[in-house]
């Protein structure tokens, strides 16, 4: 009598649109790394600052009123859940810095209670990455980083910062709050990319 069931290939993924190490949840769990920010949209803007300190800003009226577009994306959280064919709407980074001059190779995310993540600026163009501000249809509610978050899905979700106010185009990459305490730097999900040296 055999020991493995006829059948039997290892404890593989269950669902290929896992990355490895991962499981489902239907709901949407909330993490965060400090209070819930509370912004007001006749006072929020958003900022980007090049690595030669111009400044392009857009009021909450402004980012509205420039071209937008819904996407569906799976999210995967480094504590190892994954919730697929999440709905958003949002600006694309592209329309963004579309006339922002910039030679920078990096970008550091800032967030309205002062957050930060650093992501190569590769990683945020040709359609990969966006400010999105409305989630399943609704407004994206504050606990999931409303009134506006980055959305950077191909990575774990700590890269897509919550709250966020600004982006600043640096030269040199310099680590944010979670990579300062020993979160992977990059953190693909396909590669298991957690924690440094990973």
């Known amino acids: 009598m055999g020991i493995v069931t006829r059948g039997f290939t290892g404890r593989g993924r269950a669902d290929p649109q896992l990355p490895p190490g991962q499981y489902l949840v239907e709901d949407f769990p909330v993490l965060s790394a ?18 030669a300190g111009a400044r392009h800003t857009w009021t909450w009226a402004q980012l509205q009123a420039l071209p937008s577009e819904t996407i569906t994306v799976d999210l995967h959280c480094v504590t190892k859940w994954s ?15 579309a006339d922002v001059e910039t030679a920078a190779d990096y970008a550091l995310m800032h967030s309205y209670g002062g957050y930060t993540t650093n992501l190569p600026l590769d990683d945020l163009l040709d359609g990969q990455a966006w400010i999105a501000y409305r989630y399943d249809d609704e407004p994206l509610e504050p606990e999931h980083g409303g009134p506006a978050r980055l959305l950077v899905p191909h990575l774990y979700l ?41």
């Open 34 to 51: 400090g209070p819930t920010p509370r912004i007001d949209l006749d006072h929020w803007e958003l900022t980007v600052v090049t690595e």
């Open 83 to 97: 919730k697929l064919g999440t709905r958003w709407h949002g600006v694309s980074i592209n329309t963004l810095l």
């Open 158 to 198: 700590w890269k897509s910062a919550k709250w966020v106010r600004g982006i600043e185009l640096r030269n040199d990459d310099e680590p944010g709050f979670w990579e300062s305490l020993g979160y992977h730097n990059y953190g693909d999900p396909w590669r298991e990319q957690r924690y440094w040296g990973d």
